[in-house]
């Protein structure tokens, strides 16, 4: 009987610590200014998040210079967009309204 309760408790402990993992995944912020990124050079992990966070008073976006854009980081004034990276490479960001760069490295 009391082989069972531990069974059952560890058994418990594993399902907890499963769900808690993606809470542990990577977040990192860029601040999209007036005119610039900040920090305009950033190195992750596969998987790891990257939030763009609009401060100012400008009309700003992020877009790919190539490849598919960021739809849901379009022109806005305030806010922020989330892309988790998932796939290693450089991807090379701009803001086509002012022309402003930034590079995410992902390995």
């Known amino acids: 009987m009391k082989r069972v309760i531990v069974l059952l408790l560890a058994a ?5 610590a499963l769900q808690a993992l993606p809470s542990f995944a990577a977040t990192r912020s860029v601040t999209v200014g007036d005119n610039f990124f900040r ?3 950033l190195t992750v992990s596969k998987g ?6 609009w401060r100012g008073s400008s009309v700003h976006n992020v877009t790919r210079s190539r490849g598919p854009a960021f739809a849901k980081c379009s022109n806005r004034t305030s806010g922020s967009c989330s892309r988790t990276l ?5 991807y090379r960001l701009l803001c086509t309204i002012h022309g402003f760069r930034m590079k995410v490295v992902v390995r």
Request: avoid cysteine; charge should be positive.
């Open 48 to 53: 790891t998040t990257v939030k763009w966070v």
């Open 86 to 90: 998932r796939r290693a490479g450089t």
């Open 39 to 41: 920090p305009t050079t």
């Open 12 to 16: 418990s402990l594993a399902v907890v």
